[in-house]
């Protein structure tokens, strides 16, 4: 019995890939009729993780500050807005973004519902997503050539901003302060930046 156990143990074919190859028309069909938000990604369409109320809250009062201080011209998004990487397809809804200027919607959604030049980007962190944010997004979100800052914040009272300089490299700022607000002065110093913007077509150096 073991040997024939052996036999037919070849003869089992492995089990299927896991790799779909959606494109990203059929996740944006997926997503509208959805009941939760998914992310796309490589021709995958991946969930995405729950958020804590104390998540949510945070993000929402990142949200409203800068609503209140944004530079003239800025639009502030929360987490239902969607943004695509156009250099990579790889398309998220970051807990808050913001964009200055014109807004640029991709031209595969004609709903206008994704976004493609944010100068801003702010996740929070949390034990589902800090994996993701501080790795996979981040090589992705490089790619945005619009993009000034990604800011990470800790629930544990840590900012962390990565800032394009005007060479194209990305700095980094940490700030043990409990005062949360820092994210808000951050951006208020990078105006300048944000108006070069335009002219920053190199991808910064991953870091």
Known sequence: MAEAGAI??????????????YTFG???????????KHEFDAG??????????????LAAKIVVALGTTRPPGCTVFQS????????????????????????????????????????????????TTE???R?????????????QEYVLVSQEARVEIFRRTPSGNVGVLRSPRRDRSTVLRAHTRSRSAVRRSSALNRCPTPL
């Open 135 to 147: 790795g996979n997004k981040w090589m992705h979100y490089q790619r945005i050539s619009s993009l």
């Open 80 to 127: 239902d807005m969607r943004v695509r990487v156009v250099a990579t397809g790889r398309a998220t809804y970051p807990d808050v973004s913001m964009v200055c200027g014109p807004i640029e919607y991709d031209p595969e959604d004609p709903a206008r519902t994704t976004i493609t030049n944010p100068v801003l980007l702010v996740e929070v962190l949390s034990v």
């Open 8 to 21: 037919l143990g070849l003869m089992i074919a492995p089990p299927p890939q896991s790799h779909h190859d």
């Open 26 to 36: 059929d996740y944006l069909v997926i997503e509208r009729d959805s009941e939760v």
């Open 44 to 57: 995958e369409i991946l969930a995405r993780s729950g958020e804590t109320a104390r998540h949510s809250a």
């Open 131 to 133: 994996k993701g944010d």
